[in-house]
């Protein structure tokens, strides 16, 4: 089936470097203002433990068990609050991207996919207004699944009960994007607003 010939109702969208860039360096600055050299500690740290990192995003790690781990990391220099808000102080808007939500919405489902752990929804963007727009917020460590396992697409799947192949997804990872056409839906890498677009009205969905 190409993608002309589908018939659409459910889009899936990611959250981050998609509808809200996120950059780390405000937040390794924050910690590097406390005392000098501890930026460059936890950059070291995340560098070398992303599974870790990982885990907590499946839900495998606490947020008790993960900020505990930070402050360790960073000498207990700061404290467990000060620790999640500059953690969390990453998120940015892409309101090219945003604006168009209302319009999708009133022809599709509209179901956030992310990766994402407690302390960034709870801090970070959890407060954005644009996720109102969604019916569904599908969140890896609410699922205990990270993209590109198969079981937090499923569980998008669950929540719609719509068809396989009446998904579409967009996300700035293609690994994640291929992982979605193998489970039989279409997919965007997202690399840019006009880019969406034009594949949008490609498919016929704008």
Known sequence: ?????????????????????????????????????????????????????????????????????????????????????MYSEIFTLNKALITLLPQLRKQYKLVLLSNTNPIHLRYGYGGFDFLKQFDKLVLSFEVNAVKPESKIYEAVEAFTKAPPAEHIFVDDIAEYTETARRMGWDAVQYVGFRNLVAEFTKRGIL
């Open 1 to 85: 089936m190409t993608s002309s010939d589908r018939r659409y109702s459910v889009i899936v969208f990611d959250l981050g470097n998609v509808l809200s860039p996120f950059d780390y360096h405000p937040a390794l600055d924050a910690v590097e203002h406390i005392e000098r050299g501890l930026g460059g500690k936890l950059r070291e740290f995340f560098t070398a433990n992303y599974e870790y990192h990982r885990a907590f995003e499946r839900g495998d790690v606490t947020s008790d068990e993960f900020v505990a781990r930070m402050l360790s990391v960073l000498d207990h220099k700061v404290t467990a609050e000060q620790f999640c808000r």
